[in-house]
């Protein structure tokens, strides 16, 4: 059999991903390459790029490890008759980045953190950090003021400890109120988020969203803004049929 006919780049991708999954810290480019004595670097490089791309591994900025993507993980639970939120939810998330043109995410409130659900980023738009990354600064995330908006005064407390302030908390319950938030003093001065709640039957669950750069006119705001919110519907209700 010719190398081409054996596939050698599917087997080389299995081969990575069986070993990450036996190294939960993380693997580093040396140790993988290490795997494939009779390819070069420049191949290897390549393979983590586009599993990388495709999600089905990981390697956050700055650190040098690679570990097991959160695609892999969902694929994984699949596989064993499980469907994570991600999978539900993807395809709601991409429908409303393909439907308003800005990236779109999906958030939870997961050890007091601010955890990247699931994405869809489009070319030439904000371009979110990847899926299972997590966000902690509360005071001013449009998604994470969602999370915080649902949460009762003990937890917020505990995760915004001296940044809570009389204004943050009106802010808070004004997002029930409304069941959306348009957020354009985030933590990035050049970016607006539009971001409404997702619920579980009856339990709030998460924050579905999307970000722009600068600030539409209001025509296009109230527009985006009605996606949005009938994104989070549709969400809430793929999730009640699970």
């Known amino acids: 059999m010719t190398e081409r006919g054996s596939m050698p780049g599917v087997r080389r991708a299995f081969k990575v991903l069986e070993n990450l999954a036996d190294n939960k810290d993380g693997m580093t480019f040396n140790e993988l390459s290490e795997l494939f004595p009779d390819a070069p670097p420049s191949t290897i490089s390549r393979l983590l ?5 495709e999600n089905l591994v990981s390697k956050g900025a700055g650190e040098k490890n690679y570990r097991v993507g959160e695609r892999t993980k969902t694929l994984g639970e699949k596989i064993c008759g499980e469907i994570s939120r991600a999978e539900l939810l993807r395809p709601v998330v991409r ?3 393909e439907q308003t043109g800005y990236s779109a995410a999906y958030f939870e409130l997961t050890d007091d953190t601010n955890k990247l659900i699931v994405k869809h980023d489009i070319p030439e738009a904000f ?3 990847q899926e299972g990354h997590f966000n902690c600064n509360f005071a001013t995330h449009g998604c994470a003021k969602v999370l915080l908006a649902y949460q009762n005064t003990e937890t917020r407390k505990r995760i915004l400890g001296n940044k809570i ?9 004004q997002v029930v109120a409304d069941g959306v938030i348009i957020n354009n003093k985030d933590d990035r001065e050049f970016v607006t988020r539009i971001a409404a ?9 998460g924050a579905i969203g999307v970000t722009l750069f600068g600030t539409p006119d209001q025509s296009k705001l109230n527009e ?3 996606m949005v919110t009938q994104a989070a519907q549709k969400a809430s209700e793929v999730l009640r049929k699970y």
């Open 49 to 53: 790029k586009t599993l990388c791309e």
């Open 95 to 97: 429908e409303l980045a």
């Open 127 to 129: 371009h979110y950090m």
């Open 165 to 173: 302030n009389s204004n943050l908390l009106q802010e808070l319950e």
């Open 197 to 205: 709640p997702v619920f579980l039957k009856d339990e709030f669950t």
């Open 224 to 226: 985006t803004v009605n």
